[in-house]
C-alpha cells in the first residue's frame, strides 16, 4: 500500500536537490530546498494515500525546506500538514512562530502561508557517518477539517504532544502505516483516512479547548465521509442505491439525501463521479494496461459500455480508448 515516490540515490549527486524541489512542485506544493553540503544530499520518499488524507515518511539529509508567497501563487494543494520527528529532530517556523520539535513532538502548518521546516540529524547519526533523519508528514484538506481556518490558525507552528492522549494516538496511528504497513490493504484506505481524519479533528479541538464546539458537525461529517467511503468501496456494484447506502449506515433516505445537499450534490451524481474517475484513474495505469475497456467499466460499476463510453466523454471530453491511448504514451 506505500509506495516510494522518491529515491535520490538513483540520481546523480549533482542533481539531486533540484530534482528533489522539481518532485515538490509536481506535488503541488513547491518548495525551496538547501543544505550545507549538496554534493552529499540524499532523500527518499515513502507515501500513502488514505482517499485524501496524505502520510509520507522522509528520510533525508540535514536541510532546509522553504515555501515563499511566490510559490505558493505557483501551486497550493491548501491543506493542513502535520510534521514530526521519528530520527533527528525537525522545526517549523510560520505565521512568527517557530516550533522546535525533538522526540514526542508535532507541529501544524498550512500551506496557503509562507513557512520554513528545518529537518537536523541527531547526535547518533552525525556521529556514525549516517548524517540523516526521518520525518513523517501527514497532509489533509482544510476543506475536511470541522474547525474554521481561524481557530486552527492559533495553533500553526507551535509543538504540541505526540506522546499521551489523543495526540499520542495520532502520531502512533500514522507512525504505523509508514513503519509496518503490511497489514493493510489497499481497500483499507478509506476507513484509514476517516480514522486520521477524526484523530486530526480531536487533537487540534483538544489543544484550542473547542471539544464543545465539534461534535454535532464533526458527527456530520464524519458520517458523510463514512459514507462516502462506504459508496467508493461497493462502487462496483451495479445496482448500488441510495436506499442500500441509507440501510448500511442506519439513516433514512431522506437524510441521506440532506447530508450530500448541504454539499451541494446529489447522491446519485456523486457516486456516478466516483465511477468516472475510478475509470479514468484504471485507464491510465500502465499495469492495467492489458484489461479491455468494458472490464474497466464493468469493475467501476457500469453494466453497459455505451452508457459508460457516453458518460466518460461528456465528462471528459475524450472517450476512454483515445484517453488510455494518450495517458499511456505520456507515462512511457
Known amino acids: 500500500m506505500i509506495k516510494t515516490l522518491f529515491r535520490s540515490d538513483d540520481l546523480p549527486p549533482a542533481v539531486r536537490l533540484n530534482h528533489f524541489e522539481e518532485f515538490q512542485t509536481i506535488t503541488r506544493n513547491p518548495m525551496r530546498v538547501t543544505s550545507d553540503r ?11 494515500d488514505l482517499d485524501g488524507v496524505k502520510v509520507a515518511e522522509l528520510a533525508c539529509s540535514p536541510s532546509e525546506l522553504h515555501r515563499s508567497p511566490t510559490l505558493i501563487r505557483k501551486a497550493d494543494p ?6 514530526y520527528a521519528l530520527r533527528g529532530e525537525v522545526g517549523v517556523a510560520q505565521s512568527g512562530r517557530e516550533a522546535a520539535l525533538g522526540p514526542g513532538r508535532f507541529a501544524l502548518y498550512d500551506s496557503s502561508i ?4 528545518r529537518i537536523a540529524a541527531d547526535a547518533e547519526a552525525e556521529a556514525d557517518g549516517r548524517g540523516t533523519a526521518t520525518v513523517v508528514r501527514a497532509q489533509v484538506p482544510r476543506t475536511s477539517l470541522p474547525l474554521s481556518r481561524d481557530r486552527v490558525a ?7 504532544s505526540g506522546r499521551q492522549g489523543v495526540g499520542g494516538l495520532l502520531t502512533q496511528f500514522f507512525t ?8 493493510y490493504r489497499p481497500r483499507d484506505a478509506p476507513r484509514l483516512g476517516t480514522v486520521g481524519l477524526d484523530l486530526l479533528t480531536a487533537t487540534l479541538a483538544h489543544h484550542l479547548d473547542a471539544d464543545d464546539r465539534v461534535p454535532g458537525e464533526s458527527d456530520r461529517r464524519t458520517l458523510v465521509l463514512r459514507v462516502k467511503a462506504f459508496i467508493r468501496q461497493h462502487l462496483h456494484e451495479p445496482r448500488l442505491s441510495p436506499s442500500d447506502i441509507a440501510a448500511a449506515h442506519h439513516i433514512s ?23 468516472l474517475e ?3 484513474r484504471d485507464l491510465a495505469d500502465p499495469a492495467l494496461r492489458t484489461v479491455p475497456v468494458h472490464r474497466i467499466a464493468a469493475d467501476c460499476g ?9 458518460a466518460f466523454r461528456a465528462a471528459y471530453d475524450i472517450p476512454p480508448r483515445d484517453f488510455r491511448r494518450q495517458a499511456l504514451a505520456t507515462s512511457a
Open 38 to 48: 549538496p554534493e552529499d544530499y540524499h532523500a527518499t520518499v515513502r507515501a500513502v
Open 114 to 117: 509562507p513557512f520554513h521546516i
Open 154 to 160: 492559533r495553533l500553526l507552528a507551535l509543538p504540541l
Open 176 to 183: 504505523s502505516l509508514t513503519v509496518d504497513p503490511a497489514g
Open 302 to 310: 457500469f453494466s453497459d459500455h455505451a452508457t459508460f463510453t457516453r
Open 78 to 83: 491548501e491543506v493542513y500538514s502535520i510534521v
Open 253 to 275: 433516505v431522506s437524510y441521506l439525501h440532506r447530508l450530500f445537499q448541504a454539499h451541494d450534490l446529489t447522491v446519485s451524481a456523486w457516486i456516478r463521479h466516483q465511477r
Open 278 to 280: 475510478r475509470a479514468r
